[in-house]
């Protein structure tokens, strides 16, 4: 797979240029699917929002839309599932659109920057800084470093790998979003203090992380949707059950979109500690003041707000307890 991925590096010999406004040049045909328009999203903060949509005809469909390329969109059927991600570039492009199994049987021509990103995906063994070393002014080792590997890695190695991408390059969103996360990472740091904040919980009442600081509490970033969240919840209930007495507590932020759902988690999953939400999916406000970029993730405060560990889970969690807390009664 490396040497695939190094054959993709010969295209990207020539620059980039930086993002600008074009005219698209795309067209396709959808399949497997009776539905009537086909609609273009913008990629944002792991998010995708409609910006246009085109009407099927004939099983054909077509955009002249005027958008920033080179740059990641989507294009889906419906816009309430994840759509099929692509590169769009100034190039024509042509696009059989399937949404079956999450559009993985759908095929684009035309866009060498969705070639190298299907490449990066059928690899296994990538290393991000020798993808991006040899692919400095490709978007995708922007956006991989973005969107993959931000939350892998230390706020030194996102700042290292950020001076292997190309100078046209430096000016992405992708990259702009990244040199914030390292400014917020720095202030995360074991031994440094956790942001305050203040939440809505289920009933609308505001609770505040400072006013509910009392031994060790655990703000734990996770959503009724995470199915890893679900899978870690069951033991954060025994670790809370078995320290809760000797000061253990958890804040539950979630990130979910739905309150039925967010409270249905709660109720299903049997987290009897106190919970906030925005209900704002990835734009919620309390992620990003703690540069939550994956979930499950939480970090571990002590009772004057100093954060003591971070990204507990399974084992560790309940190790770290023991350490702190000492044995159960």
């Given amino acids: 797979m490396k040497n695939v991925l190094l054959g993709f590096t010969l295209f990207f010999g020539v620059a980039q240029t930086q993002a600008q406004e074009t005219a698209l040049q795309l067209k396709g045909t959808v399949t497997d699917t009776v539905a009537q328009y086909v609609y273009l999203q913008k990629f944002h903060n792991k998010m995708f929002t409609t910006i246009d949509s ?5 099983g054909n469909f077509s955009f002249k839309t005027k958008v920033k390329t080179p740059e990641l969109y989507g294009l889906s059927v419906n816009t309430e599932d994840s759509p099929l991600y692509i590169f769009l570039e100034k190039t024509p492009i042509t696009v059989k659109l399937s949404p079956k199994k999450y559009y993985t049987n759908s ?55 950020i001076a292997l991408l190309d100078k046209s390059l430096q000016t992405t969103t992708y990259v702009k979003e990244l040199k914030e996360l390292v400014t917020v990472l720095d202030g995360l740091s074991v031994g440094k203090k956790a942001p305050d904040f203040t939440a809505n919980d289920p009933q609308g009442k505001p609770v505040r992380l400072s006013e509910n600081l009392k031994g060790y509490t655990l703000v734990d970033f996770w959503a009724s949707w995470c199915g890893p969240c679900r899978r870690e919840n069951p033991n954060i209930v025994a670790a809370y059950k078995e320290y809760h007495d000797k000061g253990f507590n958890v804040i539950g932020v979630s990130l979910d979109k739905k309150k039925e759902n967010w409270i249905k988690g709660i109720q299903d999953d049997n987290l009897t500690w106190l919970h906030v939400s925005d209900l704002l999916f990835w734009n919620s406000a309390v992620a990003k003041l703690y ?7 939480n970090y571990l405060v002590d009772s004057k707000g100093i954060i003591v560990a971070k990204n507990l889970h399974g084992e560790e969690l309940q190790t770290t307890l023991k350490t702190l807390l000492g044995q159960a009664n």
Avoid: C, H, M
């Fill in 54 to 58: 085109v009407k099927v005809k004939d």
């Fill in 107 to 161: 095929v684009v021509e035309g866009s060498e920057s969705q070639n190298l990103f299907e490449a990066y995906k059928k690899s296994n063994d990538v290393e991000i800084s020798k993808f991006i070393t040899e692919n400095p002014k490709s978007i995708v080792s922007a956006y991989v470093l973005y969107r993959n590997w931000s939350y892998r890695l230390t706020p030194e190695q996102i700042t290292q790998n």
């Fill in 291 to 297: 540069g939550v970029r994956a979930i499950p993730g």
